[in-house]
């Protein structure tokens, strides 16, 4: 076999002026990797607002490309010089992007995915039947009479920095709390609500807004900042509309829409128990059909 590919490349180089590059399987290791980190970057861009300054420094380059083309040496000479300056002005203009794209490379849990039943063997649940029950029967009691209503429950990201944007509530959680603090006119029915294991840590909380481009236009300022802070942390977030009075939930940067007391009950069974939705990961995905709402 080595013979043989000697020979063709001697024949190659001697009447075409070609040769053959040896390959071995870590090459072949090494092209897959770095398609896999073009394509993750490009699916990146195309989900935020990267895309339209992506498109402006195309436009830049070939620019310059046709300056050196046309041998336009004082435009080449000016672009030379500020190559280091654009560096750093494309580090601050996406400094929000490699932020979030840092933030979700940190918070994946490889470990966990691997070996689901040893990392989360000693976990208990993350809050009571009660507080699960209460949850979904607030919900769509609100939902019922179309009362806007944006509840975050925390999972391992603790949300301090959005929490200490609200007014502190840090009361046991219950349905009738939940409607009391949505229901209009009340000074705590504006901004979301943070839920820590059993509590309700704080009301009126700010969350960041997504800019993601791929969302419906249709929806409105809750739906935006539940997708905006599952892109920041590992929350779940439910969300009821209060033009339609349907429930939305928000996880892991997509939104699924339109979900029944029964799908929310199961998507909150596994949030609650760890171990379980470990062992069962990729469950939101089911849902895939309501996902990102085309």
């Not at 380059?61 to 750093?88: D, P």
């Not at 940190?106 to 689901?116: A, E, K, Q, T, V």
Request: charged share 25%; aromatic share 8%; with cysteine.
């Amino acid at each position: 076999m080595s013979e043989s590919f000697n020979n063709l490349n001697t024949f190659l180089g001697d009447y075409f002026n070609l040769s053959i590059p040896h390959f071995h399987v870590i090459d072949g290791v090494e092209i897959v990797l770095i398609a896999m980190f073009f394509y993750m970057i490009l699916v990146w861009i195309k989900d935020t607002r990267a895309y339209m300054l992506l498109r402006g420094i195309i436009i830049v380059v070939v620019f310059f490309i046709v300056a050196a083309l046309l041998q336009m040496n004082t435009i080449l000479w000016l672009g030379e010089k500020l190559v280091s300056a654009g560096l750093i002005a494309l580090i601050v203009v996406f400094q929000p992007e490699l932020r979030a794209a840092l933030e979700r490379l940190g918070r994946s849990n490889w470990m966990n995915r691997l070996i689901p039943v040893v990392a989360g063997k000693d976990v208990g649940k993350r809050f009571s039947d009660r507080t699960l029950h209460d949850l979904v029967k607030a919900s769509y009691e609100m939902g019922a009479v179309k009362t806007g209503a944006l509840i975050v429950v925390e999972k391992e990201v603790q949300l301090t920095e959005y929490e200490r944007t609200g007014i502190e509530v840090d009361a046991l959680l219950s349905r009738q709390l939940l409607i009391n603090i949505f229901e209009k006119n009340t000074p705590l029915h504006d901004g979301a609500v943070i839920v820590r294991g059993d509590r309700v840590v704080s009301a009126t909380c700010y969350l960041p807004l997504t800019d993601s481009m791929m969302l419906s236009k249709e929806l409105g300022t809750r739906h935006r900042a539940a997708v905006g802070i599952s892109e920041v942390s590992d929350s779940v977030t439910i969300v009821v509309s209060e033009e339609t009075g349907k429930i939305s939930v928000a996880t892991e940067n997509r939104l699924i829409r339109d979900v029944d007391a029964g799908e929310l009950t199961e998507i909150l069974t596994r949030l609650q128990n760890p171990v379980e939705a470990a062992e069962k990961h990729g469950f939101f995905k089911r849902f895939g059909r309501r996902v990102l709402n085309k």
